[in-house]
């Protein structure tokens, strides 16, 4: 069941503080979990990494759901997923899976992989795999993971 009128549109300044109140309650099990959740960095981090030009806000019926950046490495040719975070109210409707799926697109038009970080445990980490990405590489804390562009 995907949500019905979902849209991206381009970050500005002023959804920084509203994308990282989101970013504090859907990390927080997970980083509360693995012993790492301190709520002024958890939301430090998202404004010290912030970058408006490769980041997209996720609206329903106008209203903000969530973020996503697909920001391009230049170094590997390929992208960083990140800061993909919906509010609870929003997760497990299809939303997810519909925004990756029409980014997934956009970079296997330019033959481009994409990388991603997700912290060990975490539940998006089926969705990532749902979507064709494997595990690279991994620690006590982060599980890499890229998707390399689909063969034709």
Same mark, same amino acid.
């Given at each position: ?57 996720? /609206?329903?019926? *106008?209203?903000?759901? %969530? !973020?996503?950046? &697909? +920001?391009?490495?230049? $170094? ?12 609870? /109210?929003?997760? *497990?409707?299809?939303? %997810? !899976?519909?925004? &990756? +799926?029409?980014?997934? $697109? ?47």
């Amino acid at each position: 069941m995907i949500e019905s009128a979902w849209a991206l549109r381009p970050a500005t300044q002023e959804d920084i503080e509203p994308i990282a109140e989101i970013r504090a309650e859907v990390m927080r099990p997970d980083l509360e979990r693995l012993g790492r959740f301190d709520p002024h960095r958890v939301r430090q981090r998202f404004r010290d990494a912030f970058r408006a030009q490769h980041t997209s806000v996720i /609206t329903v019926d *106008g209203h903000l759901a %969530g !973020s996503v950046a &697909l +920001r391009p490495d230049a $170094a590997t040719n390929s992208h960083w997923l990140e800061h993909f975070y919906l509010s609870p /109210t929003h997760q *497990g409707r299809g939303l %997810g !899976s519909a925004v &990756l +799926r029409t980014l997934l $697109a956009e970079t296997d038009a330019r033959g481009r992989t994409v990388r991603l970080d997700v912290l060990q445990g975490s539940a998006a980490r089926r969705l990532y795999e749902r979507h064709g990405f494997v595990v690279e590489s991994q620690d006590p804390v982060d599980v890499f993971m890229l998707r390399p562009v689909p063969q034709r």
